[in-house]
């Protein structure tokens, strides 16, 4: 089935989530240079519900981060979505912390299978360091963590993304409504 037509069928998907998703999706391809528009042809973006799908289902991503030195960083993390930002629980003292700190901007890449299978979302945006957040954020990605405890978290990052765009190979399959498999 044409990636276009899968996950469409997810019709309970967030409904505001999707259109969020699709918005934010279409204009960052709007406003992107010739070389993006080419890699990422439409033909092989995610639709709003295939995005929403994928990024309830995927639960880490690779969080990207300039030191304040100059020097790249990137570490795998947990995140969850809510109020139209990214929202990642950290560690106080944590280099990716140290890095918003200084310089406040946030690149996640959620990335899946190989070659002719592969899928991935980018999406990057201005970041802030926060001692707490709402309850729901933390109820939400305890969920994501498997029911397991975010006591180790002292501090959390929030990323407002600027842009995002998506990528899936023509023999990548989003899992049926309702599947976690992937």
């Known amino acids: 089935m044409p990636i276009r037509r899968q996950a469409e069928s997810q019709a309970s998907a967030d409904a505001p989530l999707v259109a969020w998703l699709s918005g ?10 010739q070389a993006v528009r ?17 990024l309830q289902r995927r639960t880490y991503a690779l969080a990207s981060s300039t ?8 570490a ?25 700190q200084a310089r ?12 002719d299978t592969h899928a991935a979302v980018l999406t990057e945006g201005p970041a802030q360091v926060l001692a707490t957040v709402p309850e729901d954020v933390r109820v939400i990605t305890e969920l994501r963590n498997a029911g397991g405890s975010l006591d180790w978290a002292t501090a959390w990052l929030r990323m407002t993304p600027h842009g995002l765009f998506s990528f899936a190979e023509s ?12």
Not at 104 to 113: D, M, T, V
């Open 67 to 74: 030191r304040p030195d100059g020097r790249a960083h990137a």
């Open 76 to 100: 795998p993390t947990l995140f969850s979505i809510y109020e139209q930002a990214f929202w990642l629980p950290t560690l106080s003292g944590a280099a990716r912390l140290v890095n918003v």
């Open 104 to 115: 406040p901007w946030l690149a996640l890449s959620i990335i899946e299978g190989e070659h």
């Open 24 to 33: 934010l999706q279409e204009a960052s391809f709007s406003g992107a240079g």
């Open 38 to 54: 080419k890699a990422y042809p439409p033909e092989r973006r995610m639709t709003g519900p295939q995005l929403a799908g994928y």
């Open 171 to 182: 023999a990548w399959q989003a899992p049926p409504h309702g599947s976690l498999a992937g």
